[in-house]
């Protein structure tokens, strides 16, 4: 069964727009400062989207597009100053970043109050990734199951996480783990994913290459949920054939229409929040 993304943002959206009136009636406009550095096709595409959502929920959005020839120096004054700036209550730099900074630097430039992606060690934020993550799987439980504890139930799955990437896998591991859900992670040095994943109840595949999982991988089962995205005759496509993964398990997330209406939903409900605290 596939799992209709767009319409588990639906639920998200019109509370998110009803928060933001109220927010409004207390003059507090909910704003979001995206920092989009170079012309990367996919990005500016994530940025389009979050723009849009912005727009339909009424937050205001800011983008901030920088030449791919910045230099740290200069991007880390910009931060500087969106995160003094008291109007802004997000902020997010949109990855990848292609300037010379590392990781553990670029992840620390905006503020852990500000910081609605959840890059931060010290973020007030759940990384939108993890929550869509958590969110999709809740779906297809509840379509499954009528009864039973939701976490307890997923605490007894086999679940397999494919790819620890900053953006993709790594914070989906780090929620998992603080929720105490134990997952299983392949990376390029595991040697036994197929097997893991023949075990594996649901697999969450954050890797951004073609057939990280195939048929022969899953079972009739088999929940998949893709994060990982590449391109192939400029369409954004999962780490599996849709087609045919569609007909070996019992749900998976399409692409376009899955994880990622859910994703940013998430990133504006963070971002709500942000502005209600401040
Ligand atoms: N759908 C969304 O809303 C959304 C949100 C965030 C990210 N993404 C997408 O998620 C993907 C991952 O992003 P990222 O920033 O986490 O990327 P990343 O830092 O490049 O991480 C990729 C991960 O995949 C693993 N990997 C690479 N080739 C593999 C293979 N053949 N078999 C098993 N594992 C393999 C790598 O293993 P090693 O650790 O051993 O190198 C690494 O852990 C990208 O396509 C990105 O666009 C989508």
Redesign the pocket.
Known sequence: MKIDGTAIANTILPRLERSVNTLLEKHIHPHLAIVLVGNDL?SSI?VGIKQKIGKKIGAKVSVFKLLPSITSSELIHLINLLNYEQSVHGIIIQ??VPIVISNQQLNKLVIHTKDVDGFHPQSLYTS??AL?VLDIIKWAYHNKRNTGEFISWLKKQNILI??????????IIKYFKKLKIEVRI?????KN?YKLSKKSSIIIS????PN?VRHNMVNKETMII?????EENNK?LP?YDQNIISKNVSFYTP?PG???PV??AYLFKNLVDAARKA
Do not use: F, W
Request: aromatic content about 4%.
């Open positions: 996919s994530y990855r990848p939108p990734i869509a494919i790819g620890r990437g900053e953006t993709g896998g790594y914070p392949g990376h390029t040095q595991s994913i954050c890797v951004g290459k990280i893709g994060i990982g995205l590449h954004l780490d692409v899955g994880v990622g994703n940013v």
